[in-house]
C-alpha cells in the first residue's frame, strides 16, 4: 500500500477497489480483471488515486471447510482485511463494481455499514448509485431472496418426489437403473441389471459373499461412478444389494427434506428369486449363535467350528465385531493339506481399517480357553451363583412387565396414529390440502407407523428372550450339579463327549455372558449377566455339589 502526506490527501481521495468472483449464480458474470479495470478507469474519472485493490477470488479455508468467497460470507479474508484497514483510516473511500460485490446478505452487509458510520469511509460503485439510507434495505430484500431461493428448491424438489420423480445425484441411483434428469425417472440399466440378477441367484445358491465379490471382480464388473475404487465391489456393497426390497417391488424409497417418498421403479426381480434370497439369508439369521455347523448348503457333512462366544465376541481396540472365519492350510506348493486354523477375527482387519492394538486375528481355541477360565469361578459356587441368577431373573421378569407398560403406551400411540390418518383423508376431501400435500402426509404417517410397530416387537421380544436364556442355565446347570458340576471343566476323552461339552459351555456362556472383548496380546474381558460378589462367600452352599431345588416360580 502506498502511503500519502497529508498536503496530498487532503486533495485526492485515497481509494481502494474491491473485487469478488465466486461460483455463485450472478446475473452478469465478470473476471476479476475486469472489475479492477473498470474500477481503475473510475477512480481515473473521479481523480481518485488508487492505493490498494482487495481481491477475494479463490477458495479460502473456514474452519476445516474449503470455501468460495460467497457474498454470503463475512469471514472473506480480503473483506475482513480492507474492513480492518477502514476503520485504520488508512483510505477515504471503497470502489465496487456492484453493490453485490461487497456482499449479498445482512451480516455482511452489516459489517460494512457498521464501518461507514464509524468512519469517514464512503463506498462507491462503478455500475451502480449507492446510497447510504437506503442501503440496510437492499440488504434486507436479498436476504430474503436468498432465503426464499432456497425454500423454492426445497419444495420444488418435495413437488417432484410427491408425482413420482426423482431428483439428486448420481450417487442415489440404486445399481442397476440409470436415471433421467430430464423426466424424473428411473429405468433399467440392461447390463448391471443382469448383474443385479447373478448376485442374487449366486447368493440363493448358497454361494458366499466373498465368493461373490471375487466373481464380479474376475469379470470386471463396473461399479456404478467412473472414478476407480480403492477396494472393488466391497462385500457391504454387495450385501446391500441382497438386501433392497425395490428391485422386486418397484417402490424405490427416497428421503429428502427430513421426509421419505415412494417412486415407482421396474421391478428387476421376479418373486420366485427374491423369495430363494429371503429364504437364504433367513436361514442364516435364525442360526443360533455359536452353534456348530454340520453339514453345508449343500448338505456336506462339515468339520464343525467350535466357537463358545460368535456374537457377543469385540476387538477391544476397535470396537467392532469379530467374526469367525477358517483358514484352510496350503503346503509350499499352494495345495490343500487338509488341515485348518480357526480364528476369531476383527471386522476391522477385514476391511483393512483396524486400529492400533487391534486384537486382528486370535486362534479360537486359545481365546476360548481364556473366556472359559472368566466364567468358571462363577459356576464354582454354586450356591451363590443360583442366588444371583435368581436375583437377576427376577430383575428380568420386573423388566419385562415395565415393557409391557411401554407396549400399552406404544398401541396407544398406533391407535394417535390412524385418527390422524383420518384427519388427513378427512382434509383432502374437503380440499383443504392438495393431493401432493395429502400423498405426503400419509407417507409420514405410515413411516411413523412402521418404525412404532418395530419399536413395539422389539420391547416384547428383548426382556423375555434374556429371561427365557437365563432360565435355560439354571436348568441346565442344575441338572449338571446333579451329575457334578466339574464336568464341564474337563476335557472329553471322545469325540462325542468333547462335542457335549463343548455344548453345555456354550448354553452357558450364551446365557451368561452379553459381551466379550478381546486385547491385542489375546487377553479378554468378559461382561457378564451376572457378578458374583467375592466378599459373601457362602461356605455352607460351596461345597461343591448342590442339589436343593428352589422353586423359582417358572417352568
Ligand atoms: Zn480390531
Keep these: 500500500m502506498k502511503t500519502l502526506d497529508k498536503t496530498q490527501q487532503n486533495i485526492v481521495k485515497r481509494a481502494v477497489i474491491y473485487v469478488r468472483v465466486s461460483t455463485e449464480k450472478q446475473a452478469e458474470k465478470v473476471s476479476p480483471e475486469a472489475q479492477e479495470q473498470d474500477g481503475r478507469a473510475y477512480c481515473e474519472k473521479q481523480g481518485y488515486i488508487v492505493i490498494a485493490v482487495y481481491r477475494d477470488i479463490e477458495k479460502y479455508r473456514s474452519g476445516k471447510k474449503l470455501v468460495e468467497p460467497s457474498g454470503t460470507r463475512r469471514d472473506r479474508p480480503k473483506f475482513k482485511q480492507m474492513l480492518a484497514d477502514g476503520y485504520g483510516g488508512k483510505f477515504d473511500v471503497i470502489i465496487a463494481w456492484r453493490e453485490d ?20 469511509v464512503e463506498i462507491e460503485l462503478v455500475k451502480e448509485t449507492f446510497d447510504k439510507n437506503f442501503a440496510p434495505v437492499k440488504a434486507w430484500v436479498a436476504n430474503m431472496e436468498l432465503e426464499g431461493r432456497r425454500e423454492r428448491t426445497t419444495m420444488g424438489m418435495k413437488g417432484r418426489l410427491a408425482q413420482g420423480k426423482i431428483s439428486g445425484g448420481s450417487s442415489a441411483v440404486p445399481y442397476g437403473y440409470d436415471y433421467h434428469e430430464d423426466t424424473g425417472t428411473y429405468t433399467i440399466n440392461k447390463y448391471e441389471a443382469d448383474w443385479v440378477r447373478n448376485i ?39 450385501r446391500q444389494i441382497l438386501k433392497r426390497e425395490d428391485y422386486f417391488t418397484g417402490i424405490f424409497i427416497s428421503k429428502w427434506a427430513g421426509q421419505a417418498f415412494e417412486i415407482e421403479i421396474p421391478p428387476i426381480l421376479d418373486k420366485q428369486l427374491f423369495e430363494a434370497v429371503r429364504k437364504q439369508q433367513a436361514r442364516w439369521k435364525n442360526y443360533p449363535a455359536g452353534k456348530t455347523k454340520q453339514t453345508n448348503l449343500s448338505g456336506q457333512p462339515v468339520h464343525p467350528v467350535y466357537a463358545l462366544a460368535p456374537g457377543v465376541i469385540y476387538c477391544a481396540a476397535c470396537g467392532v465385531k469379530m467374526r469367525v472365519v477358517r483358514y484352510k492350510k496350503r503346503n ?3 495345495i490343500l493339506t487338509g488341515k485348518y486354523y480357526d480364528y476369531y477375527r476383527c471386522n476391522n482387519l477385514a476391511h483393512l481399517c483396524s486400529l492400533s ?14 473366556i472359559w477360565e472368566k466364567i ?12 444371583a441368577l435368581e436375583a437377576r431373573i427376577s430383575e428380568l421378569q420386573a423388566q419385562e412387565s415395565n415393557a409391557e407398560t411401554d407396549c400399552q403406551y406404544l398401541e396407544q400411540e398406533l391407535q394417535n396414529l390412524f385418527l390422524e390418518r383420518q384427519k388427513v383423508v378427512t382434509w383432502a376431501r374437503k380440499e383443504l390440502i392438495t393431493e ?3 400423498q405426503v402426509q400419509l407417507f409420514s404417517l405410515s413411516q411413523q407407523e412402521k418404525s412404532l410397530k418395530r419399536y413395539l416387537t422389539d420391547a416384547r421380544l428383548l426382556v423375555g ?20 458340576y466339574e464336568v464341564v471343566n474337563q476335557n472329553g476323552n471322545t469325540p462325542e463327549q468333547t462335542a457335549a461339552i463343548f455344548e453345555a459351555r456354550r448354553r452357558i456362556i450364551e446365557g451368561l455372558v452379553t459381551k466379550v472383548e478381546v486385547m491385542e496380546d489375546g487377553s479378554v474381558k468378559v461382561e457378564a449377566e451376572i457378578h458374583l460378589d467375592e466378599s459373601k ?15 423359582l416360580g417358572v417352568k
Design 101 to 120: 460485490r461487497l456482499y449479498r446478505g445482512l451480516r455482511p452487509m452489516m459489517d460494512v455499514l457498521d464501518c461507514l458510520k464509524e468512519t469517514e
Design 200 to 238: 442374487w441367484q449366486w447368493y440363493s445358491e448358497g454361494v458366499a459373499i466373498h465368493e461373490i465379490r471375487r466373481r464380479l471382480i474376475n469379470a470386471a464388473v463396473p461399479q456404478k461412478g467412473n472414478k476407480p475404487r480403492k477396494y472393488s465391489w466391497h462385500t457391504n456393497i454387495i
Design 332 to 334: 509350499s506348493k499352494g
Design 357 to 370: 492394538g487391534c486384537a486382528g486375528l486370535k486362534r479360537i481355541q486359545k481365546t476360548d480357553a481364556e
Design 376 to 387: 468358571w469361578p462363577l459356576l464354582s459356587k454354586p450356591g451363590a451363583l443360583e442366588k
Design 436 to 438: 401432493d400435500d395429502l
Design 465 to 484: 428372550n434374556r429371561a427365557e436364556r437365563l432360565l435355560q442355565v439354571v436348568k441346565l446347570y442344575r441338572e449338571k450339579t446333579i451329575i457334578g
Design 537 to 551: 462367600k457362602n461356605k455352607e452352599h460351596d461345597s461343591g455339589i448342590y442339589i436343593e431345588d428352589i422353586d
